[in-house]
């Protein structure tokens, strides 16, 4: 995090608390703080008592305590198929994204030939909106008609190895790779985008002196580069797990968090307990437990970080 | 491991060799990937153009055998696309310059003031970085619904998602890192505060304000859950909810709704291609919080 002076120096004259610069600095904080208040502060608050409520928005709510936590982890079947899915999708799209983006990465960090338009390609889905990304891969998965599906039957023709497509989209077992590959796609750009600023800033002497005690590209890769870049991993690793575990608008408009809940994720039963069945405090109550798990997880990796990953200076940046 | 001590003529050619070969195992490999990237966006277009009677022949055509441009007024007359168009260039624009312009505010008061309460209110904002969205969502909705009015407005879509802790933290890095002595030194000359912020930071700031500007409406642009949640019709919705919509009507038409995905796309697209460099940048540098 940002520091300024060490606290045991003592502050310059300029940089102690000044009086003519009280109300100006509220003056300044004023916009942000505002909105800030009423629309996250606020909110956050309310969210935390709403999930001690019974409350469909028509009648008044009913105080209810912990209930909603105590059904949704002792009678709440759909939650538990979510968390499981959440959990699934968090352990197979921060794996595989990180490692296609790594891989990506570390290709385009070699002097190669059509460098910039393959920038240009693999970064394309990030600025796409999801939604029209949603709707072309669930035509791509139509078992039928679509185009995954004709050239897994031509495989089947050209060699005669008996493969079937599956049917990704209404089979509960292949809708969630479909969800995974649909993510891969989105994301695998943004990952290299970040990778590549992290490769670029190792220091060339490094690889040269590698080169110079005959280091295989293998060892430098190895020794060198995904110790440099292990900051970068740890970065990507923890965003890519908060939004794996807020996946939402892939599983609504592709499967619409089906089928058979096999794509209801933590968010979908968020939305869909708040804007189907009208249960606001538990939708405030799921969302609470989401928080946790995001929180739970994030302190966990914070704590293992210093297991793998390498800073390079004393001030751990 | 022991390296053989070759003769520099004996290691050359094999070391060339192995480089050539690996060169071509990377393009191989960049070039699967690419097709794999835009393999989606060519099917996209190629649906959009076809007949029906096309859309579902086994084994299926990239090209149709007759351009079927009619599939594009189609879509336009089913669904007010100039109207979500419109919206989601009010809601991004506006969303993006109030994030950038309270951000801006707040950050330099929280870098470059004293005041009694800078750090706990700091803080304030550090504490809700790590809270999902969704969580204020639920209160949010009630807010705009039940207190506001907001339901179904571009207020609804504009101000819930346009003060994030997040773009306060990113400028605070940024202004954190300039030289204290510009603001003393102008204040020795005689400027106002505000002056300071105007003329000398945020003029030193362009690259950290133009990427979170593009982070912000690139955010807001494809945003869907929330516009979801708080439009009802067609005359409020953005183009990813508008599309969403569409697939809800027609959700055996692809040629009608791929061409409503190119529809949604072609700009954004046309956009990204142009300023690559700054879209890859500006996502990078706020990605990583501004480091």
Do not use: C
Request: hydrophobic letters at 55%; zero cysteines; glycine letters at 6%.
């Amino acid at each position: 995090m940002a520091s300024g002076a060490s606290p045991l120096r003592p502050l310059p004259r300029w940089r102690r608390w000044r009086a003519d610069q009280q109300s100006e600095g509220y003056l300044f904080l004023l916009p942000s703080l505002a909105g800030f208040i009423l629309f996250v502060l606020i909110p956050v608050v309310a969210a935390l008592v709403l999930s001690l409520y019974e409350w469909s928005l028509l009648s008044p709510g009913e105080y209810v305590g912990l209930t909603n936590y105590l059904n949704l982890f002792r009678r709440d079947p759909t939650f538990f198929k979510a968390l499981g899915n959440t959990l699934y999708f968090t352990v197979t799209i921060v794996p595989l994204q990180l490692a296609a983006g790594l891989a990506v990465a570390l290709a385009l960090n070699q002097a190669i030939k059509g460098l910039a338009v393959y920038r240009l390609i693999y970064f394309m889905p990030v600025v796409t909106t999801i939604v029209a990304g949603a709707l072309v891969f669930q035509w791509i998965f139509n078992k039928d008609f679509g185009i995954l599906s004709a050239a897994i039957w031509r495989l089947n023709e050209l060699t005669g190895i008996p493969v079937q497509p599956p049917d990704w989209l209404t089979d509960p077992a292949w809708a969630r790779p479909a969800v995974v590959i649909l993510t891969l796609w989105k994301n695998v750009g943004f990952t290299m985008v970040i990778y590549l600023a992290g490769l670029q800033a190792i220091p060339v002497e490094l690889y040269d002196a590698a080169e110079v005690d005959g280091a295989t590209s293998w060892r430098r890769l190895l020794y060198i580069t995904l110790p440099m870049i292990s900051p970068t991993t740890f970065f990507l690793m923890v965003i890519q797990m908060i939004g794996a575990f807020q996946l939402f608008d892939e599983a609504f408009v592709m499967t619409r968090g089906g089928p058979a809940q096999a794509t209801t994720t933590i968010v979908y039963y968020v939305y869909v307990n708040a804007f189907e069945y009208r249960r606001f405090g538990m939708a405030s109550t799921v969302a609470w437990v989401l928080f946790a798990f995001i929180f739970a997880f994030t302190f966990l990796q914070n704590r293992m970080q210093h297991r793998w990953v390498h800073y390079e200076t004393e001030d751990g940046r | 491991m022991a390296v053989e001590p070759l003769a520099a003529e004996q290691m050359r050619p094999t070391r060339r060799v192995r480089r050539r070969i690996g060169s071509i195992v990377l393009q191989v490999g960049l070039l699967a990937g690419s097709f794999f990237m835009v393999m989606p966006f060519l099917w996209m277009l190629s649906t959009s153009l076809k007949l029906p009677k096309e859309i579902f022949k086994y084994p299926p055509i990239w090209i149709p055998t007759e351009i079927a441009w009619s599939n594009y007024r189609d879509t336009l007359t089913a669904l007010p696309f100039d109207r979500f168009y419109l919206n989601s260039a009010i809601v991004s624009v506006s969303s993006t310059l109030i994030q950038v312009l309270a951000a801006a505010l707040a950050a330099f008061a929280f870098a470059r003031l004293r005041f009694k309460g800078r750090n706990p209110l700091f803080l304030l904002y550090l504490a809700t970085l790590m809270i999902p969205f969704q969580v204020t969502m639920i209160p949010n909705f009630i807010l705009i619904s039940r207190v506001l009015g907001w339901y179904n407005t571009y207020q609804a879509l504009i101000f819930p998602t346009s003060f994030s802790a997040f773009s306060v933290f990113l400028l605070r890095q940024f202004f954190s890192s300039l030289p204290m002595e510009l603001d003393e030194a102008a204040r020795m000359d005689g400027a106002s505060t505000l002056r300071i912020w105007w003329q000398i930071i945020l003029p030193l700031s362009g690259p950290a304000l133009a990427a979170l500007s593009i982070f912000s409406f690139l955010g807001s642009w494809n945003s869907f859950l929330w516009p979801l949640v708080v439009t009802a019709s067609n005359e409020m919705r953005t183009i990813p909810v508008g599309l969403s919509a569409f697939q809800g009507e027609y959700n055996t038409a692809w040629n009608l709704l791929m061409a409503g995905s190119v529809i949604a796309l072609v700009p954004v697209l046309a956009v990204y291609m142009v300023g690559q460099n700054w879209f890859q940048r500006g996502i990078t540098l706020s990605g990583m919080g501004g480091r």
